[in-house]
């Protein structure tokens, strides 16, 4: 089992920006994928973007361009620096971690953006 703790969730403007960190430990395979996910009042998780152990990247439409996934594997950290933030973008964000085994998945952390 992997442990992931978030943070860096807060309120911001509009327009603003903020970064999100994930820390993972425990059984961490060499080749895995980590990512964020967000869970709006009302709505599904969804996927925002996601990250390999090679550094590949994926994101969502709604976030191409303005939302920058990275990593560090020998930290074990998992990152979303989120610029251009719009309203709609409030929700609670998850890490997920994900390997042959099966994903684990942080607490969440709360991101507000207000208008």
């Known amino acids: 089992q992997v442990r992931l703790v978030e943070s860096g969730g807060g309120l911001v403007q509009a327009g603003g920006s903020l970064r999100l960190s994930c820390a993972a430990s425990?059984?961490?395979?060499?080749?895995?994928?980590m990512g964020w996910y967000r869970q709006a009042p009302g709505k599904q998780r969804e996927v925002v973007a996601g990250i390999s152990s090679d550094g590949s990247t994926n994101y969502a439409d709604s976030v191409k361009g303005r939302f920058t996934i990275s990593r560090d594997n020998a930290e074990k950290t998992v990152s979303l620096q989120m610029n251009s933030l719009k309203p709609e973008d409030t929700a609670v964000y998850y890490c997920?971690?994900?390997?042959?085994?099966?994903?684990?998945w942080g607490q969440g952390t709360q991101v507000t953006v207000s208008s």
């Open positions: 997920k971690y994900s390997d042959y085994r099966g994903a684990d």
């Open positions: 425990g059984s961490i395979f060499s080749f895995n994928t």
